[in-house]
């Protein structure tokens, strides 16, 4: 742990590149885990555009316990020291690769989401925009949100398989990885793109890269440091840093 205490009090651009295992603690099951989400529904159908086009009771039926309760969800260890690590400058931009906003409810301030984010809704019709909060009381009557204005499906604004990322977002994440001089990694597999490949960016350019998860990754042996225990790591960085949780 000495080493990575060093490394986050020398660096001079820290980047964070966050998976679904950093909101495991906050009772949000992770995908490709023991015990994930992949185990209890058909990733393929509940993230597919075509899909959700032709049958979105699947995806809103499936996803209230995973996107629609996100009130009753608080920031975990790793949001919290997150987020007063960017406070006191230490860390710069956290990159996530989660939809479940937290790191924002947590208060960090400089956050890339790459696949998106539910905190706003867009009706695949006339593009008329709804907040997240609108449509889990509507959830709450309705299977299947529709459009006020013209009756239209309604998506959330993550993006599903099929449908293209946002360019702009992810040059912003290639631009931040490649200006690291420190990049970490937590609670990612690192095995969907383009994320899994934006430690390359920090390395290609002289930067040092650490990974904090419980699974291997294909990027292990490019890191400086590895961790699996997550939450222990959490925990001794709060209190080498005087973070009160």
Request: aromatic letters at 10%; proline letters at 4%; hydrophobic letters at 40%.
């Amino acid at each position: 742990m000495k080493e990575l205490f060093s490394l986050l009090e020398n660096s001079s651009y820290c980047v964070v590149l966050t998976g679904a295992g950093v909101s495991t603690f906050s009772g949000i099951s992770d995908f490709r885990g023991s015990s994930g989400l992949y185990n209890e529904f058909d990733a393929d159908f509940i993230f597919s555009i075509d899909h959700f086009k032709k049958e979105p009771s699947y995806f809103y039926g499936h996803s209230k316990n995973l996107i629609y309760d996100l009130e009753h969800r608080q920031p975990s260890i790793v949001h919290k020291v997150l987020s007063e690590l960017e406070e006191q400058g230490i860390i710069k931009t956290i990159i996530t690769q989660n939809i479940d906003m937290l790191h924002q409810k947590a208060g960090s301030k400089n956050v890339i989401e790459v696949h998106g984010s539910p905190q706003e809704h867009s009706c695949l019709a006339c593009g008329k925009k709804y907040p997240y909060e609108y449509i889990v009381a509507l959830l709450r009557t309705e299977e299947v949100p529709t459009c006020n204005e013209c009756g239209g499906l309604i998506k959330p604004d993550i993006i599903f398989y099929g449908e293209m990322l946002k360019q702009d977002v992810i040059e912003k994440a290639i631009e931040e990885s490649s200006k690291a001089d420190l990049l970490l990694v937590l609670g990612s597999t690192l095995v969907v793109q383009p994320a899994a490949s934006l430690p390359l960016y920090t390395i290609k350019n002289g930067g040092h890269l650490v990974i904090v998860n419980n699974m291997e990754t294909p990027l292990d042996g490019y890191a400086i440091g590895l961790y699996k225990d997550l939450g222990g790591v959490f925990v001794s960085i709060a209190e080498h840093f005087y973070i009160d949780l």
